[in-house]
């Protein structure tokens, strides 16, 4: 499979706690985003990376969030103390050198 | 204001029928144009890329874009029912990909 790939596809978790999801995009694609969706909402931007350099985090995200490339290749996303405001699915994409968007499959994240 | 905007639908066509999906930007900058189709619990899926003026076709799916008037719409001709979802109108602006709230559409047996 040559597409982006997401883990886990499904996380639960207590609020307060920590979680992690994994991302790795096309094995050509040097850009990587992470994108945050609710329902009824388009994809919300929340960072990227070319290789392994983080080149833009939303104003928005809040400092819980942090994001990692190490050696340009898969990237993890932490949320630190979740609360439930932080359901959502959680988006990585790769672009392409024509600078189209392919998402993996998404992790749905739900904060009881 | 928001960088793209959409009518949320819900829109329904019968089987058959053109659809036509519409999306508005605000920054005369952008550069590149996409649309991606959404099934419900699915994460996006490109449909088509549109750089410049004018009208690109791919099968059933045409793409149209008039940078003058900051609009970018997408044509489904005889839609069918596994067209039924959620479109999303995308723009690049300085290496960032801005969505719109998509637009349903539903398509009728």
């Known amino acids: 499979d040559t597409g982006v790939s997401q883990n886990p596809r499904h996380k639960i978790t207590k609020r307060g706690q920590n979680v992690t999801f994994r991302c790795d995009p096309i094995?050509?694609?040097?850009?990587l985003y992470w994108y945050r969706q609710t329902l009824g909402q388009g994809p919300e931007f929340l960072t990227y990376f070319q290789n392994e350099a983080q080149l833009e985090k939303s104003r928005l995200l809040s400092d819980r969030f942090s994001a990692e490339r190490p050696k340009g290749s898969f990237s993890t996303l932490e949320i630190q103390r979740t609360e439930q405001g932080d359901s959502a699915m959680y988006l990585c994409?790769?672009?392409?050198?024509?600078?189209?968007?392919?998402f993996g499959s998404g992790t749905q994240l739900s904060v009881l | 204001q928001k960088e793209v905007e959409q009518n949320s639908g819900p829109l329904s066509v019968p089987e058959g029928a053109i659809a036509s999906l519409n999306c508005t930007y605000s920054d005369r900058g952008s550069q590149s144009f996409f649309w991606y189709r959404q099934y419900s619990g699915k994460s996006p899926e490109l449909i088509m890329s549109i750089y410049s003026n004018g009208d690109k076709e791919d099968g059933r799916f045409t793409a149209q874009l008039n940078k003058a008037s900051q609009y970018v719409s997408l044509l489904i001709r005889d839609s069918q029912p596994s067209d039924s979802a959620t479109y999303l109108c995308a723009v690049i602006k300085y290496s960032q990909f801005y969505f719109g709230t998509g637009t349903s559409l539903t398509v009728i047996p």
């Open positions: 994409a790769s672009s392409s050198p024509a600078l189209e968007l392919f």
């Open positions: 094995s050509e694609h040097n850009r």
